[in-house]
């Protein structure tokens, strides 16, 4: 029997109205890390706290109305999707090794650029990131093998809502960091928000395909750091490096309880 439209709440304008399948991660992403060979075709290796499998199962849930998830799309998902690696060309990667960096940072390991000068859309990037920050912030996404996704912003996150909704500026007691990835393994990769483990300071991390965002928590940062913020004028900053220690470490995490499902099993070497 066909079900009827969901109504509800939207979690973010709260207004009652027909709720969508909301996703956390865009569809897209799981679409660009299918590797397809002929008629075969070998889908995104799923990695959770439990359980290792290749799925192309989505998480999604009813969250938002009509208008917010177009709020979500125009605001920064659909340029930021034209703009990480889709498994074949890296268009933001391709525009800052034709720019010149205005700062190299050996001890960071990173080059710094400036997005104004490059003609980067970073408020599309900044906003983006803050929208699936939010979203793994108020719900709890059931993940396959039984796990959950669900990492709050914690007092900040009616500041994040309030930005969303374009009813206040970026949060001033946050700092989004935006590093664009030279490592293969992160430009064909992806991950939802995560703590950051081991981290002096509270931050999570989330990884789209080679562009890698770490979002820190409160403004007691070291000096300087709060000028790398990539919504900081004028040059809003972008950073460029190897980000394989990053993803290594995030699902090295995982690895040490995650099991590998029997179908992938018989495809390990």
Known sequence: MARGPIIGN???????????????????????????????????????????????????AYLLCKQCEDRFNNGGERYTLTQVHDGITFPLLNRMTLSLPFQVAPSLGVSLYSATAMGVQWDQLAYFAMSIFWRGSVHQWTLQGGNTAFNSLGPHEPAVRAYLLGQAP????????????????SQ?????????????????????????????????????????????????????????????????????????ARSLRTIMP
């Open 10 to 60: 939207c979690a973010l304008c709260g207004k009652r109205r027909v709720l969508q399948c909301s996703h956390l991660m865009p569809r897209r992403l799981y679409a660009m890390t299918r590797v397809q060979a002929g008629k075969i075709i070998q889908n995104p290796v799923l990695i959770t706290k439990s359980l290792s499998l290749a799925s192309s199962k989505q998480v999604w």
């Open 170 to 185: 970026f949060p001033p007691e946050l700092t989004l960091i935006v590093t664009v990835a030279t490592d293969w393994q």
């Open 188 to 260: 064909g990769s992806f991950w939802t928000p995560a703590v950051v483990v081991g981290s002096a300071i509270p931050s999570l991390g989330l990884l789209t395909r080679g562009i890698h965002f770490r979002l820190f928590l409160g403004s007691n940062l070291p000096a300087g750091m709060s000028g790398l913020c990539i919504t900081a004028p004028p040059r809003h900053v972008i950073a460029l490096g190897d980000c394989l220690k990053i993803s290594g470490h995030a699902f090295g995490n995982l690895m040490k309880t995650s099991r590998p």
